[in-house]
């Protein structure tokens, strides 16, 4: 179902331009981010999950600076 949902929140943004569902768009990736370098953090910040986990922390970091940096260009195109 999880899946679906995505699906249908970017269907809705792509095809649907006003300005709430550009609002909760942003408002949503702002939730993700934050959560993303939290769960990032805590990964790092304990000692015996960093060796373990910290791999995947950065990889989600950078995966995240990806996907930002395409919406920021995203937008700055519209």
């Keep these: 179902m999880q899946r679906h949902g995505r699906l249908v929140w970017a269907v809705w943004v792509r095809h649907n331009p006003t300005t709430l569902a550009q609002r909760l768009h942003i408002l949503t990736a702002f939730a993700v ?7 990032a953090v805590r990964a ?9 986990l910290g791999f995947a922390a ?3 970091m950078a995966v995240l600076a990806v996907q930002l940096l395409l919406g920021v260009e995203a937008w700055m195109g519209k």
């Design 33 to 39: 981010t934050g959560l993303s370098v939290w769960l």
């Design 44 to 52: 790092l910040a304990s000692v015996g999950s960093r060796k373990p």
């Design 58 to 60: 950065w990889h989600l």
